[in-house]
């Protein structure tokens, strides 16, 4: 009787299969939808209002499950102050330290401002199950001219990470 139930145990643990996790991808994809100069560079039409919204999409490797989602992280070399409408921000991408200039197009002092600074880009954004994502892209009308460097990092369930950049002339 003893040897059935011992028979039995090994063939029971040596008849099972561990559950093997499908492999993660990692592709990236962004759909800047704008048109791209022979350079490279997007270019955004600013609207009549003071900001102009601009969704950006993209793909990533598809997961078959939700805690295995995708999180992008995004940056600007621009941002605003809330209450302001006569400058804004732009970061010189310094490495030694960071170092940004407050950029005006006249010589008016502001002092009236609220001082809240105001990225043009969402910090970050999670793709869903079949991979989409999507980030709000926001410049302000006193913008109008300059290019606008925008980076991404797609951090994958795994730890892989995929970054990508982009400028964007404001138009």
Known sequence: MHKLVYISLIFALFSCEKEVAAPLGHEFDLDVRLIADSMGYYHLRLSDSWQTLHRI??????VSNSYDLTKIY???SHH????D????IVHLNNTINDIYIYSTVDT????WFDGFEVPTINETSY??????FNIM????RSMLGDTVDIASSAEFADGFVVDSKLKIILE
């Open 57 to 62: 999409s993209g793909k990533v490797s598809a």
């Open 74 to 76: 995004w940056e600007s």
């Open 80 to 83: 605003w102050y809330l209450g």
């Open 85 to 88: 409408t006569l400058g804004y």
């Open 108 to 111: 008016s002092y502001i002092t």
């Open 127 to 132: 793709s869903t199950e079949d991979g989409e």
């Open 137 to 140: 892209f926001a410049p302000v």
